[in-house]
């Protein structure tokens, strides 16, 4: 038998009223885009400002469409088209869970896209300061994925493998922890130092750019330690799907970040 750490045993549901229950992955949620929206008020002030306070505070619902529409038809045509073609009402069901990072993204930006369109709004200048606070939400969500005992990562030998409820007999890695670090603490710094920098700011899509690259390295460096899901295992090249879907983000992130420039005085 393995050294394994033991498994941290959280309810899922935090708080429970009869039917009504409220679950750590529904408040990380919650307290991302309060989080990020509290946030995004003093990141859009910032010289030269490009929103005021209303249109914040009006495009938190867009957003937030964005993310739950995005989420969870990403997560049903990336993950699983073939069960839910013969269950198309469960694509409703959403509290049983099923949402995908990388269509949540897609969502957001068409939602940013749409509504900066209808307030002719600059929507590379506002999208800098929105990618600077969404990592809020990613270390939230990731945090959550750790007290569900879901999404696991390989079996390992490393002194701090656990072994999860779900995850069969043997300890694996805590990846879910790797990238609520990567893809919410170590990318949320990086973009709060770029968006201060004026320099930065003048470069429309920079920031942006960064967070997208930065999102698409840290989820193929934690899909190495994080275990496939069944259904779908390793695909083109030993590769997961979270990694293959990442790949394209590096390439626009990078894209995004070469041809920002400043915009020149006339």
Same mark, same amino acid.
């Given at each position: 038998?393995?050294? =394994?750490?033991p @498994?941290?045993?959280?309810? $899922? !549901? ?25 946030l ?9 400002v ?11 619902? #867009?957003?937030?469409?964005?993310i ?6 990403g997560?049903? +045509?990336?993950? %699983? $088209? ?11 069901a959403? #509290?049983?869970?099923?949402?995908? @990072?990388?269509?949540?993204? +897609?969502? &957001?930006?068409i939602?940013?896209w #749409? @509504? ?15 990618a600077?606070?969404?990592?809020i939400?990613?270390?939230?969500? /990731?945090? =959550? ?11 390992s ?6 072994? @999860?409820?779900?995850?069969? $007999?043997?300890?694996r ?8 670090g990567?893809e919410? *603490? &170590?990318?949320f710094?990086?973009?709060?130092? *770029?968006?201060?920098? $004026?320099?930065?700011?003048? %470069? ?14 840290? /989820? ?5 330690f ?5 259904? *779908?295992?390793f695909?083109?090249?030993?590769a !997961?799907?979270g990694? *293959? +879907?990442?790949v394209?983000?590096?390439?626009v992130?990078? #894209?995004l970040? +070469? /041809?920002?420039?400043p915009?020149?005085? %006339?």
């Amino acid at each position: 038998m393995l050294f =394994a750490l033991p @498994f941290p045993v959280i309810d $899922p !549901t935090l708080v429970q009223v009869g039917p009504i229950a409220i679950r750590w992955y529904a408040l990380a949620y919650i307290v991302g885009i309060v989080a990020g929206w509290r946030l995004l008020l003093r990141l859009v002030a910032l010289p030269a400002v490009v929103a005021t306070k209303l249109q914040v505070d009006d495009f938190i619902t #867009w957003a937030t469409l964005g993310i739950v529409l995005g989420g969870r038809l990403g997560y049903v +045509l990336f993950y %699983r $088209p073939g069960y839910y073609l013969f269950q198309p009402l469960e694509i409703l069901a959403v #509290w049983g869970g099923g949402m995908s @990072f990388h269509g949540g993204a +897609l969502g &957001v930006v068409i939602a940013t896209w #749409w @509504f900066c369109r209808q307030q002719r709004m600059d929507f590379l200048a506002f999208g800098d300061r929105v990618a600077a606070v969404v990592p809020i939400g990613l270390f939230l969500g /990731r945090c =959550a994925n750790f007290v569900n005992g879901e999404l696991w990562g390989r079996v390992s030998e490393v002194p701090w493998a656990m072994v @999860f409820p779900t995850g069969g $007999p043997l300890p694996r890695h805590p990846s879910q922890l790797y990238q609520a670090g990567m893809e919410g *603490l &170590v990318l949320f710094v990086l973009l709060q130092v *770029l968006v201060r920098q $004026p320099g930065i700011r003048a %470069r429309r899509g920079f920031v942006a750019g960064a967070f997208i690259a930065g999102y698409g390295l840290a /989820r193929v460096v934690g899909e190495v330690f994080r275990q496939p899901d069944a259904h *779908l295992g390793f695909l083109f090249a030993g590769a !997961t799907l979270g990694q *293959l +879907l990442s790949v394209p983000m590096v390439l626009v992130g990078g #894209w995004l970040m +070469l /041809r920002a420039r400043p915009e020149t005085t %006339r």
